[in-house]
């Protein structure tokens, strides 16, 4: 087994999107980047190519972050591909906005286990991987995902993401004894949202930018952030207030 003399860091649902844009970042940060996909192989790939040119480590991993055994699989092989974990970033999700009144099993079903059971499995699955001198985990949460209030829509997906607030609180709890912090960033409407509004509907005429989530990832990360642990930075630009 080889030890890595980067920082790793493993992003789930790195396929596209916001998972795509912060393993990059994070691979720029100095990290060995381990990108997990579930169906997007040749994206994951690709990005596992293009952050390679830069002369930085990256493994792309395939798992359904839903299935115990899929996710040890995965930390196995992280561990015998660098032998350690600093950062995990649980960014995976899957959003249908279906009507609560048709939503089918399987949509309840995609919706909680891709949030809330995924958190759980990968946090649960990470610890032997950190060193003893700690690491951090950042969850992906949502913007009233703190707040008990009706939802009309993906109620598998929203009852998941409550699921990783509560996650988020309880890990830090246990975990900061070995150094580990976990917290949440909540965004209300990113830039690549399904159903975004029209500006003229958002507080701030303008969706949350990957980039402004990215600098609260990279406070998360800095050493200024050692103390704060158990919470969640909302970045909503007003929504959901």
Known sequence: MKRSRHPVALITGASRGLGAYLAREVAQLGYAVALHHRSGAVATRRLARDIQLHGLPTLALSADLSHPAEVSKLFQQIQRTWGRLDLLINNAGTYRPTPLLRTRPEDWFAGIESTA????????????????????????????????????????Y????????????????QLISRKITVNQISPGY????????????????????????????????????????????????????
């Open 158 to 173: 929203h009852v998941g993401k409550v699921g990783v607030t509560l996650l988020t609180r309880s890990f830090a709890s």
């Open 117 to 156: 059971t995924a958190t759980f499995l990968t946090t649960q699955a990470a610890l032997p991987l950190f060193p003893k001198t700690g690491g951090r985990i950042i969850n992906l949460g949502d913007s009233a995902s703190d707040r008990l209030s009706p939802r009309k829509l993906a109620p598998g």
């Open 190 to 241: 990113l830039e690549n949202s399904i159903d975004l509004p029209h500006p003229s509907k958002l507080p701030l005429g303008r969706p949350v930018s990957f980039s402004e989530l990215f600098a609260a990832v990279r406070y998360l990360l800095s050493p200024e952030a050692s103390q704060l642990t158990g919470s969640t930075l909302s970045l909503t630009g007003g929504w959901n207030l």
